[in-house]
């Protein structure tokens, strides 16, 4: 794999990890997507493997 693929790569997943675990969402009440998921969890069934 090339370097640039690499970086790249990990650029995203900064850019994932910020946008679901600390940045609040207007639409979800100021809330990250994570904290909204946590919240609604209970109402998610289990899903099989």
Same mark, same amino acid.
């Given at each position: 794999?090339?370097?640039?693929?690499?970086?790249?790569? !990990?650029?995203?997943?900064?850019?994932?990890?910020? $946008?679901?675990?600390? +940045?609040?969402? $207007?639409?979800?009440?100021? !809330?990250?997507?994570?904290?909204? +998921?946590?919240? +609604?969890? !209970?109402?998610?069934?289990?899903?099989? !493997?």
């Amino acid at each position: 794999m090339s370097e640039s693929l690499q970086i790249l790569r !990990k650029l995203n997943q900064s850019w994932q990890d910020f $946008y679901n675990n600390k +940045l609040p969402h $207007y639409s979800l009440e100021g !809330k990250t997507p994570f904290q909204k +998921l946590k919240t +609604l969890e !209970k109402y998610i069934p289990i899903q099989p !493997k």
